[in-house]
């Protein structure tokens, strides 16, 4: 057993950054994808890129989507993530091409399945989602987006047209050298069980989120 011990008799060097691993078709509901997977060295995560069509350097419609287990796999009414995922695929594949970034990890805003669920749990006993957070000594929002532009320029991308309603993923994309050139809004009709986290992304983090007025107003 060597356990990576060269020839002087020292370790091998980690390998760090974000690493192309395979390229494979993805046929979905949506249309015929190219999923391409990369190994983050840095933080330990696998991470996907869907690239549909013919993706050029400039203006490419993107969405960032940070990993929802409970809405983008149950169907969980508490977020509109599940919505936003489906939305941002039908998106790319109506453009004729564009990439949806899945981001491992992120789980919710990067504090974990089981963290969130916790927040969850505090969420239906009042608090809203930053309170619950911060009740538990957990970040706000923990995420980090350098991956992500990581893997854009794997793909060759420059400039974006962003999918996302948070300007947190604008400035972050921008700060890791992608051009955003448009943000595109991704709103979801809310519903009964999602309207105060909703109105608390709104108001506590900044989200982009007009079509809330109506419902708040008439609440």
Same mark, same amino acid.
């Given at each position: 057993?060597?356990? *990576?011990?060269?020839?002087?008799?020292?370790?091998?060097?980690?390998?760090?950054?974000?690493?192309?691993?395979? *390229?494979?078709?993805?046929?979905?509901?949506?249309?015929?994808?190219?999923?391409?997977?990369?190994?983050? @060295?840095?933080?330990?995560?696998?991470?996907?890129?869907?690239?549909?069509?013919?993706?050029?350097?400039?203006? !490419?419609?993107?969405?960032?989507?940070?990993?929802?287990?409970?809405?983008?796999?149950?169907?969980?009414? @508490?977020?509109?993530?599940?919505?936003?995922?489906?939305?941002?695929?039908?998106?790319?594949?109506?453009?004729?091409?564009?990439?949806?970034?899945?981001?491992?990890?992120?789980?919710?805003?990067?504090?974990?399945?089981?963290?969130?669920?916790?927040?969850?749990?505090?969420?239906?006993?009042?608090?809203?989602?930053?309170?619950? *957070?911060?009740?538990?000594?957990?970040?706000?929002?923990?995420?980090?987006?350098?991956?992500?532009?990581?893997?854009?320029?794997?793909?060759?991308?420059?400039? !974006?047209?962003?999918?996302?309603?948070?300007?947190?993923?604008?400035?972050?994309? !921008?700060?890791?050298?992608?051009?955003?050139?448009?943000?595109?809004?991704?709103?979801?009709?809310?519903?009964?069980?999602?309207?105060?986290?909703?109105?608390?992304?709104?108001?506590?983090?900044? @989200?982009?989120?007009?079509?809330?007025?109506?419902? !708040?107003?008439?609440?």
């Amino acid at each position: 057993m060597t356990d *990576n011990i060269g020839v002087l008799g020292k370790k091998a060097p980690q390998r760090t950054g974000v690493e192309r691993v395979v *390229n494979a078709p993805l046929p979905t509901v949506y249309g015929k994808f190219q999923a391409i997977g990369y190994m983050d @060295h840095d933080r330990g995560d696998e991470q996907v890129a869907l690239v549909y069509g013919e993706i050029g350097p400039d203006d !490419v419609l993107i969405r960032l989507h940070s990993e929802c287990l409970t809405g983008d796999a149950f169907g969980s009414q @508490h977020c509109e993530c599940g919505d936003q995922l489906d939305a941002a695929l039908r998106a790319v594949v109506s453009e004729g091409a564009g990439v949806v970034v899945y981001l491992r990890g992120h789980e919710g805003r990067g504090i974990g399945l089981l963290g969130k669920l916790r927040a969850m749990a505090l969420q239906a006993e009042g608090l809203d989602t930053v309170e619950a *957070n911060l009740a538990l000594g957990l970040p706000v929002d923990a995420r980090d987006y350098g991956v992500a532009a990581r893997i854009l320029e794997d793909l060759g991308v420059r400039s !974006v047209r962003l999918m996302s309603n948070n300007p947190r993923k604008r400035e972050a994309l !921008v700060d890791h050298g992608i051009t955003v050139a448009e943000t595109v809004p991704l709103l979801i009709p809310p519903c009964e069980n999602n309207i105060t986290y909703l109105r608390t992304k709104r108001e506590r983090l900044d @989200h982009h989120l007009p079509h809330l007025d109506a419902v !708040v107003s008439s609440s």
